[in-house]
């Protein structure tokens, strides 16, 4: 079992910055992979950022390249997103998630994570 709990969020201007944490407990925090995903009001959950057990490899969507940034520190059982330049599209309830199954790949399917978060709000103002 994997408990996951994200932190960080709330309201920030468009152009600033916010890092968001998800704090990991349970099963030993660099033996799995991690994403995160955010869903908008009134749309489906997407694939923002994943990386691999040891930071190694990480993927992206397109929207966030260059803005946003995944990295763990394994020591601290955490897994952050740093927000850089947000856009008022970029407002979601953000998740992160638990792949437990391959812990060296860094993968967009949600099908692919095991545990979840409650999510953690983040808003973007123009």
């Known amino acids: 079992q994997v408990q996951l709990v994200e932190s960080g969020g709330g309201l920030v201007q468009a152009g600033g910055s916010l890092r968001l944490s998800c704090a990991a407990s349970?099963?030993?925090?660099?033996?799995?992979?991690m994403g995160w995903f955010r869903q908008a009001p009134g749309k489906e959950r997407e694939f923002v950022a994943s990386i691999n057990w040891s930071g190694s490899n990480t993927l992206y969507t397109d929207s966030v390249k260059g803005r946003f940034s995944i990295f763990r520190d394994n020591a601290k059982n955490t897994v952050y997103l740093q927000m850089n330049s947000p856009k008022p599209e970029d407002t979601a309830v953000y998740y992160c998630a638990a792949d437990v199954t391959f812990r060296n790949r860094a993968v967009r399917a949600e099908n692919a994570y095991d545990y979840w978060g409650q999510g953690t709000q983040v808003t973007v103002s123009s």
């Open positions: 349970g099963r030993t925090f660099s033996s799995y992979a």
